[in-house]
Nanobody
């Protein structure tokens, strides 16, 4: 069974940085895409960024230029470097992994809180 685990959330002041990590285990397959999404306290879910197996990246307009998604050193890992954080970035951040032929798997989320 594929398991996805996020880490690295926390409390930071506006303008600060955080680095989130995501690791997927329980599969011998490499990911086709790994994605970060977030859900605010108002239960609004927003796509944040995606990294494909070929290395292509895509970002939501709200984080473009501030966030960077990258492949981790280990298999099926991804990181999200978040700079110039704003209070509006406060949310629970979720990582998901798409494995073609198997499905999409989600982690439990990690809380990011940005104080003004």
């Amino acid at each position: 069974q594929v398991q996805v685990e996020e880490s690295g959330g926390g409390l930071v002041q506006a303008g600060g940085s955080l680095r989130l990590s995501c690791a997927a285990s329980g599969t011998d397959y490499s990911f086709s895409a790994m994605t970060w999404s977030r859900q605010t306290s108002e239960n609004q879910r927003e796509w944040v960024a995606t990294l494909t197996r070929t290395g292509d990246t895509n970002y939501a307009a709200s984080v473009m230029g501030r966030f960077t998604i990258s492949r981790g050193n280990a298999k099926n890992t991804v990181q999200l470097q978040m700079n110039s954080l704003k209070p509006d970035d406060t949310a629970v951040y979720y990582c998901s992994i798409l494995i073609v032929g198997t499905g999409t798997f989600w982690g439990q989320g990690t809380q990011v809180t940005v104080s003004s």
